[in-house]
């Protein structure tokens, strides 16, 4: 008899998480095991999976971390990724990061006339968690307070993310229970 192991997968939309709204030059550091932001007096631990400044997202690895967290971006739709690859991730090797910068290039796109920051359609980022044992797959939703569907020009409260994810919890690569 074998057993089959308990699959524990959580769901979460996160709304209106900020990105250094003060310019302070700090990431927001994020846990996906907790969907809390972590204090930046945790920053040399493994409490933090991701982080976010302005437009760019850090993973706690490599050169950004001290952790085992890994990334990568998909081309395809938030529901068809039903689990993680086996291979792919990388950690940030600075000045790069395991999510690309730059409009086009990662998560979003910049509109040059209307000036706003757009999630990219059909972007999934996925990652290997701090510890290195479980992974995440997430959408950004929004980069703006409130998540407007369509920001307008004098709406200057970006660098706010809203963004669902899906964290498997038992070491699988699968997000289906």
């Known amino acids: 008899n074998s057993v089959t192991p308990q699959i524990n997968v959580v769901s979460k939309e996160i709304k209106d998480l900020p990105a250094d709204v003060d310019s302070t030059d700090h990431f927001t550091l994020f846990s996906f095991a907790t969907g809390e932001i972590v204090p930046l007096k945790d920053s040399i631990s493994t409490k933090w999976d991701i982080g976010f400044r302005t437009t760019s997202i850090i993973v706690n690895g490599g050169s950004s971390g001290m952790g085992k967290a890994e990334g990568m971006i998909l081309d395809t739709l938030f529901d068809q990724v039903t689990q993680a690859p086996e291979t792919g991730f990388i950690v940030d090797n600075y000045p790069d990061f395991a999510i690309p910068q730059g409009s086009g290039h990662g998560w979003y796109t910049y509109n040059n006339t209307e000036h706003f920051i757009l999630p990219a359609a059909r972007k999934v980022l996925v990652f290997k968690t701090a510890d290195g044992k479980n992974y995440v797959k997430m959408q950004i939703g929004s980069y ?12 200057t409260t970006g660098r706010y993310y809203t963004f669902r994810y899906v964290y498997q919890a038992n070491g699988s690569r699968s997000f289906t229970n």
């Open 144 to 155: 703006y307070k409130g998540a407007p569907l369509q920001p307008k020009k004098e709406d």
